[in-house]
């Protein structure tokens, strides 16, 4: 359990913040929003503005990434 959650900090240590710190991003999802219907344990934005949510499950962790526009990045993983 340590070595996941030294990875999934890793993982989001690399990840850079796009927008600035308290302010929307009006290009992402609808004005900003996207209602993802999913709790995450922890979630960032990549340099190039796709999102990844992170959640917890059994023996590891989960990695979500969404595309600029809000929609799911199918392109990730498996």
Partial sequence: MK???LLAFCVLSLIQ???QVGTL???F????????GITYDAAEFQSDGKL???????GGF????YKTDGTLD????N
């Fill in 74 to 77: 199918e392109s990730f993983g």
């Fill in 17 to 19: 913040i796009r927008a």
């Fill in 52 to 58: 990844i949510g992170v959640q917890m499950i059994t």
């Fill in 3 to 5: 070595k996941t959650l």
């Fill in 62 to 65: 989960k990695l979500t990434r």
């Fill in 29 to 36: 999802g609808t004005g900003g929003f996207v209602s993802l």
């Fill in 25 to 27: 991003d009006p290009t």
